[in-house]
């Protein structure tokens, strides 16, 4: 059962320009994880935005906000397909048990320009 859905698009020119502004820009939002997945690519600030869109759908999903919730409570992660999938911890994955939310699943897609991802929270009933 759908519980949910969020979409979120990204410039990705902004998100290069948060990695070269600020030096704990990537630490704040993005777990060990998934930094090390997008500083292995060419381009890694497509990947980077890719994910920050796709945590920004998975929230819009889950109806809640980020009230008490960390960017990090949220990782993106890949399948060995390459399938991205979604890993919740901590309040984010309080915040889906208290709804109902047993998966949210991801697709992920990217231009130069911009990066875009769409979330479908699911439950049980």
Same mark, same amino acid.
């Given at each position: ?7 979120? *698009? !990204?410039?990705? %020119?902004? *998100?290069?320009?948060?990695? &070269?502004?600020?030096?704990? #820009?990537?630490?704040?939002? #993005?777990?060990?994880? /998934?930094?090390?997945?997008?500083? %292995? ?6 990947? #980077?935005?890719?994910? =920050?869109?796709?945590? /920004? $759908? ?7 906000? +980020?009230?008490? +919730?960390?960017?990090?409570? =949220? ?13 919740? %911890?901590? &309040?984010? $994955? ?6 109902? !939310?047993?998966? *949210?699943?991801? %697709?992920?897609?990217?231009?130069? /320009?911009? $990066?875009?991802?769409?979330? *479908?929270?699911?439950? +049980? /009933?």
């Amino acid at each position: 059962m759908i519980k949910g859905i969020g979409v979120d *698009i !990204v410039e990705i %020119s902004r *998100i290069e320009q948060a990695i &070269n502004r600020r030096s704990k #820009f990537t630490q704040r939002l #993005f777990t060990d994880l /998934e930094r090390d997945y997008c500083l %292995s690519k060419q381009k890694p600030h497509l990947h #980077f935005a890719a994910r =920050f869109a796709a945590k /920004e $759908a998975a929230v819009k999903a889950l109806g809640t906000g +980020m009230r008490g +919730m960390k960017w990090t409570d =949220f990782e993106v992660r890949r399948d060995k397909w390459g399938r991205p999938y979604l890993r919740l %911890s901590g &309040n984010a $994955a309080n915040a889906a048990q208290e709804r109902g !939310v047993c998966d *949210i699943f991801l %697709s992920l897609s990217f231009s130069r /320009e911009a $990066a875009i991802a769409s979330a *479908i929270a699911v439950g +049980m /009933e």
